[in-house]
C-alpha cells in the first residue's frame, strides 16, 4: 500500500472511534439531563393529620402512590401527626412553614373554624383553611354508615328500629372528635329517620383504623366513615348505607340511604394545603401536577379501590368552593343543633 494512503486509513480509523466516542458521551450527558428534569418537583413530604387508616391517611399514600408511580414524583415521604382533630398537624405546617411539605385536609379544616375549635398556637387563635396556601381538592369521598358482618343490623332500618327501642343499645364509632364529618354522617342519617341526632351516643377514636377496629371488638354497633375508609375492609364489615344519590360503580352491590327512604346525600372533599409563604409557582407546580396524575392509569387504580370521586379543584377555585361551604356547613350545623 502507498505509504500515505496508510496513514490517511489509520487516521480515519481513529477519526471514526474518535466520533464514536464523542456521540456516546453526548448521548449519556442528553440521557442524565433529561432524567434530572423530568421530575417538575423531586420530592415531597406529605403531612397526615390523624392515625393510620383514616381518610386522610388513604388520601395522602394514595396520592403520593400515583404520583411517584406515573413518574411524577422522584419520591414521597409521608408522617402522621395526630391531634386535636388535624389541629395539631395544621399548626406545625403554620408555625414551622416547613419546605416541599404538603398538608392533606378535607371538609374538617372549615368545620373547626365554624366551631370555633383551638388549634395548638399560642393565643386564642381560631385556625382555618385562611392560615395556609390552598393547592387543590383532588377527590370526593361519600360517607358511609358500616356494621360488623355478624351484626344483626342488615341495613339502616334495622339499626333506627334498635335505636328507637333503646337508644343506649346503639352506640356510633368514628374516626375523629365530636362535631367532626363522621359524626355529621352519622348525625344526618339518624335526624332524616326522625331521631334526636345529638342524643345518639357518639364514640371519638383517633382516625379511621381505630374506628374500624371499636367497631369489631364490639364497642360500638355501627361505624360513621367516609366510603374510602372501609372499602379494603369488606371481608370485615357491611356497609349498609352511603350518602351519595344512587350506587356507586365501585361498589355496586352497596345500597344508599336514599334509596332506604333515607334522603341523606353528603360528599366530602379531600385536598392538599402548603405552609403559609408556599411561593405561587410552587403552589402552582403541584397543583398542576394533582391534576395531570389524575389523567393516568396509576391514578384510576387508586381512585377505583376507594371508590372516590374526582374533583380536581385548583388555586382561586378551590378557595371560592371553601367559602361556599362554610356558609353551607355553617347552616347545616346549626339545623343539626351542634353549634
Do not use: C
Not at 132 to 151: C, L, M, Q, R, T
Not at 198 to 211: C, E, S, T
Not at 255 to 276: A, M, S
Amino acid at each position: 500500500m502507498i505509504p500515505w494512503l496508510n496513514i490517511y486509513y489509520k487516521l480515519r480509523r481513529g477519526s471514526m472511534k474518535l466520533l464514536k466516542n464523542i456521540i456516546s458521551v453526548l448521548f449519556s450527558a442528553i440521557l442524565l439531563l433529561s432524567t434530572s428534569n423530568s421530575f417538575a418537583i423531586d420530592k415531597l413530604h406529605f403531612v397526615i393529620g390523624g392515625g393510620a387508616g383514616g381518610g386522610w391517611d388513604g388520601t395522602a399514600r394514595g396520592t403520593g402512590e400515583a404520583l411517584t408511580k406515573a413518574g411524577m414524583l422522584q419520591s414521597a415521604s409521608f408522617e402522621n401527626m395526630s391531634g386535636g382533630g388535624g389541629g395539631k398537624a395544621l399548626a406545625f405546617m403554620i408555625n414551622t412553614k416547613p419546605a416541599n411539605t404538603i398538608l392533606v385536609q378535607s371538609t374538617p379544616l372549615v368545620l373547626r373554624s365554624i366551631t370555633r375549635h383551638k388549634g395548638y398556637v399560642k393565643g386564642d387563635g381560631v385556625l382555618s383553611y385562611k392560615d395556609v396556601v390552598p393547592i387543590a381538592g383532588v377527590i370526593g369521598d361519600y360517607g358511609a354508615i358500616a356494621v360488623a358482618k355478624n351484626s344483626p343490623f342488615k341495613n339502616f332500618k334495622d339499626v333506627v328500629d334498635a335505636y328507637k327501642k333503646d337508644p343506649s343499645s346503639v352506640k356510633m364509632a368514628g374516626g375523629s372528635v365530636r362535631g367532626s364529618m363522621d359524626h355529621l354522617i352519622g348525625a344526618l342519617a339518624f335526624q332524616e329517620a326522625g331521631a334526636d341526632p345529638n342524643k345518639v351516643i357518639y364514640v371519638p377514636y383517633d382516625a379511621g383504623g381505630k374506628a374500624l377496629a371499636g367497631l369489631l371488638s364490639g364497642e360500638t354497633q355501627i361505624l360513621s366513615t367516609g366510603l374510602g375508609e372501609v372499602m379494603g375492609a369488606r371481608d370485615q364489615v357491611r356497609i349498609i348505607g352511603i350518602t351519595a344519590p344512587k350506587r356507586v360503580s365501585d361498589a355496586p352491590e352497596v345500597p344508599t340511604l336514599k334509596e332506604q327512604g333515607y334522603d341523606v346525600q353528603f360528599v366530602n372533599w379531600r385536598g392538599f394545603f402548603g405552609p403559609p409563604g408556599m411561593s405561587s409557582s410552587m403552589k402552582n407546580e403541584i397543583a398542576k401536577m394533582l391534576g395531570d396524575v389524575q389523567k393516568t392509569p396509576e391514578w384510576e387504580a387508586v381512585r377505583k379501590r376507594n371508590a372516590w370521586v374526582n374533583i380536581y379543584n385548583p388555586g382561586d377555585k378551590f378557595v371560592k368552593f371553601l367559602e361556599a361551604q362554610t356558609v353551607e356547613m355553617t347552616a347545616l350545623m346549626k339545623k343539626l343543633g351542634v353549634i
